[in-house]
């Protein structure tokens, strides 16, 4: 087995892959997608609370149980960070057309097509 450095490098470079096969086959944005490796930072737990450390793992009797358990440890998980991931490059919808009509921005709701006042004296005059 390799030292804790050499499985870290491995772990990212495995993560790494597994991004780019998402990205190069798959056709998701690489801005959606994180690689992180985790070496044995962070070994598995299985079900029934058994840590899969290097420790335990070579206490194991028989050297295939031990590859299997450090197979185990070599897995690649997807955790979703965000679900409010908006693509660039959506196609947007149309704009919508709004009517505008004469008088609408007047504080009143009528049609401003005078020079009088309709603010009740609080609008500044044309002049």
Known sequence: RGSSSA??????QRAQACVDYLVNEKGIPRARLVA?????????RLPDGTVLTDNYINSRKTV?????LHQLNRRTTFQVL???YHDPNAKQAP?????????YFDNTGDEDDDDTDDSGGNAPQKP
């Open 7 to 12: 499985n870290l490098t491995l772990s990212q």
């Open 36 to 44: 992180k490796g985790w070496g044995e930072g962070k070994p598995l």
């Open 64 to 68: 295939a149980e031990r590859e299997a």
């Open 82 to 84: 965000s679900n409010d």
């Open 95 to 103: 704009a919508q057309k709004v009517e505008v009509k004469k008088g």
